[in-house]
């Protein structure tokens, strides 16, 4: 577990800037979160599970509110099977008994340096609050936040496709930047009726917007395999945009009940609503005279869903060493998707619908869950757990345009296992679980989506989930001033999901989802806390990890595998009282694909913290991923190859942010507040 005092970097800004310093976890060039190398995990908000994309959600919860992070690959089967790397918990604060307390987050970016040329400036500003007053049996808590949060950016790109005797290559070049804005407003109620009863319900709605630029420079030739000189040369300029809109509502209600002094029952639903859609439009330019458009070409997409959630978990103490869980969970899911896209036809000027590249889809799927769970003690120094959890999961995916069904259905087990034993100033620990990673409609939607210039993306509609078994072992010492650990673990994952790549002509690329094997990994990670002084402390993690993935491709067996490694430094200086100097650093290494590689990652970043308990507030400058001109931080480059095709692109972000962000508080929250969050809107966005 880590503390809100391991978090300094992050005043002012999000969860995410709390998780990329974290161990075992990292991210990516493209946003991607992994714990120890691998994407999908469950993400837990005050134990309740969200099923939603990782950097979405953390993205919108403001780092000050965070108490403590919980990191475990070894969950119980108490919660959702889900997340194949394993679960982060985040637990949030809450007021003092007896109080109203008030918390004001706002942060201000300063102009970008790192502009990369491109149209718009970026803007990034902020500001949350949250307000609880409890009084009596009562709790009442609302909140509301507002978010900015522009990147430049610059992207390089390569493809060459060769078909037959003909070899085609198009370089690229220009603009890769986003716009993000969102709200929400939130509330929660909570009433104590006695000691045997509490209600809750809580409320969380709002809207989010991004827009992806991607307006690139083509410059594409064609040559013989055997003549290096080129007999045809044809630019052009692609202006590509893509608007991701979600607008969303989720009421969640919650009652507990202690029967007894050793036994309970609570119960919990869950209801989410969420709006998701937006154009993508691509436009072929001639890049010497901008008014003569080659082609035009636009996809709408409306795909909303709804998502209901029931559970009721019953828990008792058996014994003074021995407590006993058990529970139910349904889910449903309906989500649907009509895709039409559109071709400008320039003699009419009307946009003509192309059916071979629109859908009408929907996905639904029920999920019964059982579980049961047996914690217990045998001494002071030895304690374990272990329990079942029974899935059976019926899903449903149509294609209302020729009134096709792909049906689904899974009975599955997903076991796990805890040993931990204390000797002193050591600590061992094994753990065992297994998981699934889901598939999302967007991964099975059989329809072409024409992304950008270049891409085309196609789902699979027989798209099976990922299972994976995860085994680790840990030893840990503690120190007076910190601690050290060394765990070692292997995942293995089946029906392992790929985005493959796979020729459709002489300059497009087709983007496939499908199950591509089986990958493992081996690791070794190990980290350390140490206190120097009172005014100094430091956090280093590290991990190496061989990873394998085997499987078919286009009927044709592949293997790849690459040894990699990640590390994380946190350090906090205090200059004077209530003044810190805040330093991080997080690295990824290079990565193998089922098809190519990532390069390494790495950002680094500085914040000045000052404290004025007197006037409650903290005050912060922050210098994010630092570049000073000449170093290469946050960049990437992916590249991939297969039949008849290479490609590599480098995507380069914004460096040298700088932001200055201040927090008011009265009467500092402490405990946990739970507001509710998305299940699966987050995820589709």
């Not at 509110?65 to 959702?80: A, C, G, L, R, V």
């Not at 009419?348 to 071979?356: A, F, K, R, V």
């Not at 859908?359 to 639904?364: A, F």
């Given at each position: 577990?880590?503390?809100?005092?391991?978090?300094?970097?992050?005043?002012?800004?999000n969860?995410?800037?709390?998780?990329?310093?974290?161990?075992s976890?990292?991210?990516?060039?493209e946003?991607?979160?992994?714990?120890r190398?691998?994407?999908?995990?469950?993400?837990?908000?005050?134990?309740?599970?969200?099923q939603?994309?990782?950097?979405?959600?953390?993205?919108q919860?403001?780092?000050?509110?965070?108490?403590?992070?919980?990191?475990?690959?070894?969950?119980?089967?108490?919660?959702?099977?889900?997340?194949k790397?394993?679960?982060?918990?985040?637990?949030?604060?809450?007021g003092?008994?007896?109080?109203?307390?008030?918390?004001?987050?706002?942060?201000?970016?300063?102009?970008?340096?790192?502009?990369?040329?491109?149209?718009?400036?970026?803007q990034?500003?902020?500001?949350?609050?949250?307000?609880?007053?409890?009084?009596?049996?009562?709790?009442?808590?609302?909140?509301?936040?507002?978010?900015?949060?522009?990147?430049?950016?610059?992207?390089?790109?390569?493809?060459?496709?060769?078909?037959?005797?003909?070899?085609?290559?198009?370089?690229?070049?220009?603009?890769?930047?986003?716009?993000?804005?969102?709200?929400?407003?939130?509330?929660?109620?909570?009433?104590?009726?006695?000691?045997?009863?509490?209600?809750?319900?809580?409320?969380?709605?709002?809207?989010?917007?991004?827009?992806?630029?991607?307006?690139?420079?083509?410059?594409?030739?064609?040559?013989?395999?055997?003549?290096?000189?080129?007999?045809?040369?044809?630019?052009?300029?692609?202006?590509?945009?893509?608007?991701r809109?979600?607008?969303?509502?989720?009421?969640?209600?919650?009652?507990s009940?202690?029967?007894?002094?050793?036994?309970?029952?609570?119960a919990?639903?869950?209801?989410?609503?969420?709006?998701?859609?937006?154009?993508t439009?691509?436009?072929?330019?001639?890049?010497?005279?901008?008014?003569?458009?080659?082609?035009?070409?636009?996809?709408?997409?409306?795909?909303?869903?709804?998502?209901?959630?029931?559970?009721?978990?019953?828990?008792?103490?058996?014994?003074?060493?021995?407590?006993?869980?058990?529970?139910?969970?349904?889910?449903?899911?309906?989500?649907?998707?009509?895709?039409?896209?559109?071709?400008?036809?320039?003699?009419?000027?009307?946009?003509?619908?192309?059916?071979?590249?629109s859908?009408?889809?929907?996905?639904?799927r029920?999920?019964?869950?059982?579980?049961?769970?047996?914690?217990?003690?045998r001494?002071?120094?030895?304690?374990?757990?272990?329990?079942?959890?029974?899935?059976?999961?019926?899903?449903?995916?149509?294609?209302?345009?020729?009134?096709?069904?792909?049906?689904?259905?899974?009975?599955?087990?997903?076991?796990?296992?805890?040993?931990?034993?204390a000797?002193?100033?050591?600590?061992?620990?094994?753990?065992?679980?297994?998981?699934?990673?889901?598939?999302?409609?967007?991964?099975?939607?059989?329809?072409?989506?024409?992304?950008?210039?270049?891409?085309?993306?196609?789902?699979?509609?027989?798209?099976?989930p990922?299972?994976?078994?995860a085994?680790?072992i840990?030893?840990?010492?503690?120190?007076?001033?910190?601690?050290?650990?060394?765990?070692?673990?292997y995942?293995?994952?089946?029906?392992?999901?790929?985005?493959?790549?796979?020729?459709?002509?002489?300059?497009?690329?087709l983007?496939?989802?499908?199950?591509?094997?089986?990958?493992?990994?081996?690791?070794?990670?190990?980290?350390?806390?140490?206190?120097?002084?009172?005014?100094?402390?430091?956090?280093?993690?590290?991990?190496?990890?061989?990873?394998?993935?085997?499987?078919?491709?286009?009927?044709?067996?592949?293997?790849?595998?690459?040894?990699?490694?990640?590390?994380?430094?946190?350090?906090?200086?205090?200059?004077?009282?209530?003044?810190?100097?805040?330093?991080?650093?997080?690295?990824?290494?290079?990565?193998?694909?089922?098809?190519?590689?990532?390069?390494?990652?790495?950002?680094?970043?500085?914040?000045?913290?000052?404290?004025?308990?007197?006037?409650?507030?903290?005050?912060?400058?922050?210098?994010?991923?630092?570049?000073?001109g000449?170093?290469?931080s946050?960049?990437?480059?992916?590249?991939?190859?297969?039949?008849?095709?290479f490609?590599?692109?480098?995507?380069?972000?914004?460096?040298?942010?700088?932001a200055?962000?201040?927090?008011?508080?009265?009467?500092?929250?402490?405990?946990?507040?739970?507001?509710?969050?998305s299940?699966?809107?987050?995820?589709?966005?």
């Open positions: 577990m880590f503390s809100s005092s391991d978090f300094e970097a992050a005043v002012g800004g969860v995410t800037d709390i998780l990329r310093n974290l161990p976890i990292s991210i990516n060039g946003g991607e979160l992994t714990l190398g691998s994407t999908g995990f469950l993400l837990l908000l005050n134990g309740k599970p969200v939603g994309d990782a950097i979405s959600i953390l993205g919860l403001p780092a000050n509110m965070i108490e403590n992070i919980e990191i475990t690959s070894s969950p119980s089967s108490k919660f959702d099977a889900d997340g790397a394993g679960v982060i918990n985040i637990l949030m604060k809450k003092a008994t007896e109080s109203l307390s008030l918390v004001i987050n706002s942060f201000a970016g300063a102009p970008s340096f790192d502009l990369h040329d491109n149209q718009n400036r970026p990034r500003y902020n500001a949350d609050f949250t307000l609880n007053y409890i009084k009596n049996k009562w709790d009442i808590a609302i909140g509301a936040d507002f978010n900015r949060n522009d990147i430049a950016g610059f992207r390089n790109g390569t493809i060459e496709v060769q078909r037959g005797d003909t070899l085609t290559r198009s370089n690229s070049s220009g603009e890769r930047s986003y716009r993000r804005n969102s709200f929400s407003y939130r509330g929660l109620v909570s009433y104590n009726w006695n000691e045997m009863h509490k209600t809750s319900a809580s409320i969380n709605a709002g809207a989010k917007r991004e827009l992806r630029t991607a307006d690139l420079l083509y410059n594409q030739s064609r040559r013989t395999a055997t003549n290096p000189v080129a007999f045809e040369n044809f630019p052009y300029f692609n202006e590509n945009g893509r608007e809109n979600s607008d969303f509502l989720i009421i969640q209600m919650d009652h009940w202690k029967i007894s002094k050793n036994s309970k029952i609570d919990s639903i869950l209801y989410e609503k969420t709006a998701l859609g937006g154009p439009t691509n436009i072929n330019r001639n890049p010497e005279n901008p008014l003569d458009v080659y082609d035009l070409q636009k996809m709408e997409e409306f795909n909303p869903l709804e998502e209901f959630r029931a559970n009721i978990d019953f828990e008792n103490k058996i014994a003074d060493n021995l407590n006993f869980m058990a529970g139910y969970q349904f889910r449903r899911l309906n989500h649907t998707g009509v895709f039409d896209f559109f071709e400008r036809d320039f003699e009419s000027g009307i946009d003509m619908i192309l059916p071979e590249f859908s009408d889809i929907l996905l639904e029920d999920i019964h869950a059982f579980y049961s769970q047996i914690n217990g003690q001494s002071s120094k030895l304690d374990y757990s272990f329990g079942l959890r029974l899935e059976k999961t019926d899903r449903n995916f149509s294609d209302n345009s020729s009134s096709t069904n792909f049906n689904l259905s899974l009975l599955n087990l997903f076991p796990n296992l805890n040993i931990n034993y000797l002193g100033d050591y600590a061992f620990n094994f753990g065992y679980s297994r998981r699934i990673d889901r598939t999302i409609t967007s991964m099975m939607n059989p329809f072409f989506a024409r992304r950008h210039a270049e891409v085309l993306e196609v789902g699979d509609p027989e798209l099976l990922e299972f994976t078994d085994v680790e840990e030893a840990k010492r503690f120190y007076d001033k910190g601690s050290l650990f060394l765990t070692s673990y995942r293995r994952t089946t029906n392992s999901i790929n985005r493959i790549n796979a020729v459709f002509n002489d300059s497009i690329l983007r496939v989802y499908t199950n591509a094997g089986v990958s493992n990994v081996l690791g070794l990670e190990t980290g350390t806390e140490y206190e120097f002084t009172d005014w100094a402390k430091i956090y280093f993690g590290a991990n190496i990890f061989y990873f394998n993935i085997k499987g078919e491709l286009m009927g044709e067996p592949r293997s790849n595998s690459s040894l990699n490694s990640s590390f994380d430094i946190n350090t906090t200086i205090g200059l004077t009282k209530g003044f810190d100097l805040i330093f991080n650093l997080n690295y990824l290494s290079r990565t193998v694909t089922f098809q190519g590689e990532e390069s390494s990652f790495f950002s680094p970043n500085i914040s000045l913290k000052k404290s004025l308990p007197r006037a409650k507030l903290d005050l912060a400058l922050h210098w994010r991923n630092i570049g000073l000449m170093i290469n946050n960049r990437q480059i992916i590249s991939g190859s297969g039949t008849g095709f490609t590599s692109t480098e995507y380069i972000s914004e460096r040298d942010i700088v200055f962000s201040v927090s008011y508080r009265l009467n500092q929250l402490n405990k946990l507040l739970r507001f509710s969050k299940e699966f809107g987050d995820k589709e966005y």
